[in-house]
């Protein structure tokens, strides 16, 4: 059966073409091992190199400055160096995720998003000013997250039986901490040593004027901010709805970034 499965397995990968190479990573790229502006920073790559590229290919707005951010948890992995094939983009960003565009924002309202984005987790949460949840509402969300817990409880309860006799030798890798324990999910893994968290939320900009700032300037996301940027827009003064919301790519973000490896990152590997 195991021989059948791996035959089923590289049909499967070779129809969908997962071996395709887009380029090669000249270097690896750590996501929780190194920090911005190290040159193994992920990070650093994000926003001296890819966003920048992102942020200034729309020739109807050149003459505007433009703000590109994405939330760091889009992508998912480490890029190792060598190859960068379709297998590695599903791998690295899985989401279909494009990017949007609001025209025209107050310049400080935009450096004020991505300032916080550098170091508040909290942004994500944001709620509009005029709103508070109501007893019942905070009832329900407790009632709702304390079924889920026991839910996981019965579930890990269930899946006992099937715990090795013998633990088996762990190596580092990337763990959770949940009601399922602290050692991994699907495969068990040591804590990995020396974590740094990247931020929230990663961002650059593009098109300043060499002196002074600009009144307005483009904002660019992915699709999934968009509530959070609204909502702050709007906490802020400022009257943003979703009909200032437009595409700024049609493709998934994860195409985007493999276009750019195929135009940046040639050679053999």
Not at 35 to 62: G, Q
């Amino acid at each position: 059966h195991g021989k059948n499965v791996t035959s089923f397995i590289a049909k499967a990968r070779n129809n969908l073409d997962l071996d395709y190479k887009y380029g090669c990573v000249p270097r690896d790229l750590s996501y929780f091992r190194s920090t911005f502006p190290k040159n193994d920073s992920f990070v650093t790559w994000l926003v001296n190199e890819l966003l920048p590229d992102i942020a200034s290919k729309n020739p109807r707005r050149a003459s505007v400055a433009t703000f590109v951010m994405v939330n760091s948890v889009f992508m998912r992995s480490d890029l190792l160096k060598g190859p960068y094939t379709r297998d590695t983009s599903f791998i690295f960003t899985p989401y279909n995720d494009n990017f949007k565009i609001i025209k025209d924002v107050p310049f400080q309202a935009a450096l004020e998003i991505t300032n916080r984005g550098l170091w508040d987790p909290s942004i994500f949460f944001v709620q509009p000013v005029t709103r508070e949840p109501t007893s019942d509402q905070t009832q329900l969300r407790s009632r709702s997250l304390a079924s889920k817990s026991t839910n996981r409880g019965i579930q890990l309860e269930n899946q006992e039986v099937f715990t090795a006799s013998k633990p088996p030798t762990l190596v580092q890798g990337y763990t959770t901490v949940d009601d399922g324990g602290s050692d991994g999910d699907d495969t068990l893994h040591l804590p990995l040593t020396n974590i740094v968290f990247p931020p929230p939320i990663i961002s650059t900009v593009v098109g300043l004027p060499a002196e002074g700032e600009p009144k307005y300037v483009d904002l660019v996301y992915n699709v999934r901010l968009t509530p959070m940027v609204l909502i702050l827009l709007n906490n802020m003064g400022h009257n943003f709805n979703t009909a200032n919301v437009e595409d700024y790519s049609n493709e998934p973000i994860r195409d985007v970034i493999s276009q750019w490896v195929k135009d940046n990152w040639t050679g053999e590997c």
